[in-house]
């Protein structure tokens, strides 16, 4: 018990990464034999696994509030508690794409509703908290801007893309145009704020270069932002309709391709930029950690910003795109979570959380 007490909200990422495979698949612009059998199985180890980690990291803030406190003072864990909110809204969201045929819809609409409105809540305190702490008390070095520091301030958003799957649920009228505005403002709420951590982040990495350590996996969280915005103007996009005046709604559906086609390009920059920097740590032994969960959520947000896009523009393309991406979604998520269970077996992962010491980046010296 004293081991499991050392896991921290960073584990949460593993039901992102899990769950992100289940709803990404069920969005895909084509068909797949036995795919929506792999993404109900999917989805319910995601949601199993979300019970068991509030079980035991909740068991922990009871039992040792203190020692669970140093997670928010540490200025890299502090950071990861903006993936418990995004846990709970991705498990819920698949509970309307894909768990409504295990349980009924009812059943999943309801679900979805605790979920996301608990993660809704969860998700606007951290973007308001974390931040504060950094602001008032988080020892920051001008080199320590890394893809963690997203994680707060991404929740809003996927609360804005999962809501629009709540509007046909809603009454007509005032209550569905104002859970579509508030979708849109939680959109505008997380984009700015993610904008400004993603300059942070190139200006780190142009100036002082990377970690050169399983730090550097984080980088793909930028995917996050980017892929869960196209997601949602797409889905709020669609489903404005059903809330607002028709030629709103036509503008609301015209921005889906507007904002979602220039994003996803820089999208693509930065996976060939993040790839190209993972592929250098590792072949300098980068060691395993849970960072590598970073790979699955974000790649996965841009399969579902991408088959959006396949479906807002009628693209071939995009349809090829999302799919090829979809194939990497889950050879990575494969991966990280054969690894990550054999490193709880082992009990390589269930250690302390990481030192509050700063990472140091560098360059290469050019020779």
Request: aromatic share 10%.
């Amino acid at each position: 018990m004293e081991v499991l007490g050392n896991i921290g909200p960073n584990w949460f990422a593993s039901v992102m990464g899990t769950g992100i495979v289940a709803t990404a698949g069920a969005g895909l612009p084509i068909r797949v034999v036995g795919l929506h059998v792999f993404t109900e199985a999917v989805w319910v180890i995601a949601a199993v696994l979300l019970v068991v980690l509030i079980v035991v990291v909740g068991g922990h803030w009871l039992r040792h509030p203190t020692v669970a406190r140093t997670h928010a003072r540490n200025p890299q864990m502090a950071h990861f508690y903006g993936a418990a909110p995004m846990a709970l809204l991705t498990v819920g969201a698949g509970a309307v794409l894909v768990g409504r045929n295990l349980m009924g819809e009812r059943i999943a609409v309801d679900l979805d509703w605790v979920l996301w409105s608990c993660g809704t809540l969860g998700g606007l305190f951290t973007a308001v908290s974390i931040p504060f702490f950094m602001f008032t008390q988080h020892d920051v070095e001008p080199d320590a801007a890394f893809g963690g520091w997203l994680m707060p301030v991404v929740p809003p958003m996927v609360s804005a893309a999962t809501g629009a799957l709540l509007l046909p649920h809603l009454a007509a009228g005032a209550a569905r145009a104002t859970m579509l505005y508030g979708c849109y403002a939680m959109f505008g709420l997380s984009l700015v704020a993610s904008l400004n951590v993603i300059s942070m982040i190139w200006t780190r990495l142009t100036m002082y270069g990377t970690s050169g350590s399983a730090r550097v996996p984080t980088l793909w969280i930028v995917l996050g932002p980017l892929g869960q915005s196209i997601t949602a103007v797409g889905l709020l996009g669609a489903g404005a309709r059903l809330a607002v005046d028709r030629r709103i709604a036509e503008e609301m559906d015209a921005f889906a391709i507007l904002y979602g086609v220039p994003v996803w390009g820089f999208a693509v920059l930065w996976i060939a930029l993040a790839t190209s920097l993972t592929v250098r740590t590792l072949r300098r032994g980068m060691p395993f950690a849970l960072t590598w969960w970073s790979l699955t959520f974000p790649v996965g947000t841009f399969v579902t910003g991408t088959s959006q896009l396949a479906a807002h523009t009628h693209l071939g393309a995009f349809a090829v795109a999302a799919v090829v991406a979809y194939a990497g979604l889950l050879l990575t998520w494969l991966l990280v979570a054969v690894r990550t269970a054999r490193g709880s077996v082992r009990g390589g992962l269930l250690t302390l959380p990481p030192s509050a010491a700063p990472v140091k980046a560098s360059k290469d010296r050019v020779r």
